[in-house]
C-alpha cells in the first residue's frame, strides 16, 4: 500500500474515536467517589449498597445510582454483606382464628406505630409524585340533609283533609301542628299512622 496524500494515516484515524483519551462528561467526581468509600466505610458498613444508596441520597445529598455505588466500592475491595445465616426449619403456626387475621409481629403496636411515624415520611420522599394541578380534586364536605334529598327517591303524594298520605301500603300523618308550615316539610316530620 501506498500512502498517498496521506490515505492510510486518514484511514486510520478514522477508525479511533474523536473523543479518545478525553474524560466523559457524565463521569463522577473523584472527590464524591473518594465520599462515597469514606461515608460507607466509616457509617454505612453494615448496609447492603441498595439501602447505602438510598442513605446516602437522604442524609448526604449524594444523588447516585446503586451501580455507581456497586462499582466504586467493588474498586475499593468492599462486598455488598449478605445474610449468612443457616436455615431454619420450617415451623408450621396454628391456623388463625379468622380469615385476614395477622398472623406475627415481632414488635409491640405502639413500636410499630411509632416506626411507621418516622418510615411514611422517608416512603413519601422517595416515592411521591407531585400533582400538576395543587387545587384538591374532591369536594368539600356537603350538608348531610342536602345529599339525603340528592340520593332520595322523590314521590309525589296528596295530602288528604286530615294531612295523611299513604305510601307502600303505610299511611303516614303529619302533626297537628304542621297545618300552618306545610313548606318546611323534611323526611323526618312524617310519623306513621298507627
Given at each position: 500500500m501506498?500512502?498517498?496524500?496521506?490515505?492510510?494515516?486518514?484511514?486510520?484515524?478514522?477508525?479511533?474515536?474523536?473523543?479518545?483519551?478525553?474524560?466523559?462528561?457524565?463521569a463522577l467526581?473523584p472527590?464524591?467517589?473518594?465520599?462515597?468509600?469514606r461515608?460507607?466505610q466509616?457509617?454505612?458498613?453494615g448496609?447492603n449498597?441498595?439501602?447505602?444508596?438510598?442513605?446516602l441520597?437522604?442524609?448526604?445529598?449524594?444523588?447516585?445510582?446503586?451501580?455507581?455505588?456497586?462499582?466504586?466500592?467493588?474498586?475499593?475491595?468492599?462486598?455488598?454483606?449478605?445474610?449468612?445465616?443457616?436455615?431454619?426449619?420450617?415451623?408450621?403456626?396454628?391456623?388463625?382464628?379468622?380469615?385476614?387475621?395477622?398472623?406475627?409481629?415481632?414488635?409491640?403496636?405502639?413500636?410499630?406505630?411509632?416506626?411507621?411515624?418516622?418510615?411514611?415520611?422517608?416512603?413519601n420522599?422517595?416515592?411521591?409524585?407531585?400533582a400538576?394541578?395543587p387545587e384538591?380534586?374532591?369536594l368539600?364536605?356537603?350538608?348531610?340533609?342536602?345529599?339525603?334529598?340528592?340520593?332520595?327517591?322523590?314521590?309525589?303524594?296528596?295530602?288528604n283533609?286530615?294531612?295523611?298520605?299513604s305510601f307502600?301500603?303505610?299511611?303516614?300523618?303529619?302533626?297537628?301542628?304542621?297545618a300552618g308550615?306545610?313548606?318546611?316539610?323534611?323526611?323526618?316530620?312524617f310519623?306513621?299512622?298507627?
Open positions: 501506498s500512502d498517498e496524500g496521506g490515505g492510510i494515516q486518514k484511514w486510520v484515524m478514522s477508525i479511533l474515536h474523536k473523543n479518545r483519551g478525553r474524560k466523559p462528561a457524565n467526581d472527590d464524591v467517589a473518594e465520599a462515597i468509600t461515608i460507607y466509616a457509617e454505612l458498613s448496609y449498597f441498595c439501602h447505602a444508596t438510598d442513605v441520597a437522604e442524609e448526604k445529598d449524594i444523588f447516585v445510582s446503586v451501580s455507581t455505588v456497586s462499582r466504586y466500592l467493588k474498586a475499593n475491595g468492599i462486598r455488598s454483606p449478605k445474610a449468612k445465616r443457616r436455615p431454619k426449619k420450617h415451623r408450621s403456626r396454628n391456623a388463625r382464628e379468622s380469615e385476614g387475621e395477622m398472623a406475627q409481629m415481632d414488635a409491640s403496636l405502639e413500636q410499630a406505630n411509632d416506626f411507621l411515624k418516622q418510615y411514611i415520611s422517608y416512603y420522599r422517595k416515592f411521591a409524585v407531585q400538576i394541578n384538591k380534586a374532591y368539600p364536605k356537603q350538608n348531610m340533609f342536602e345529599l339525603q334529598l340528592i340520593f332520595a327517591k322523590h314521590e309525589t303524594r296528596k295530602l283533609s286530615g294531612l295523611s298520605f307502600d301500603n303505610h299511611k303516614y300523618r303529619l302533626p297537628d301542628q304542621a308550615c306545610l313548606k318546611s316539610l323534611n323526611n323526618n316530620f310519623s306513621p299512622v298507627s
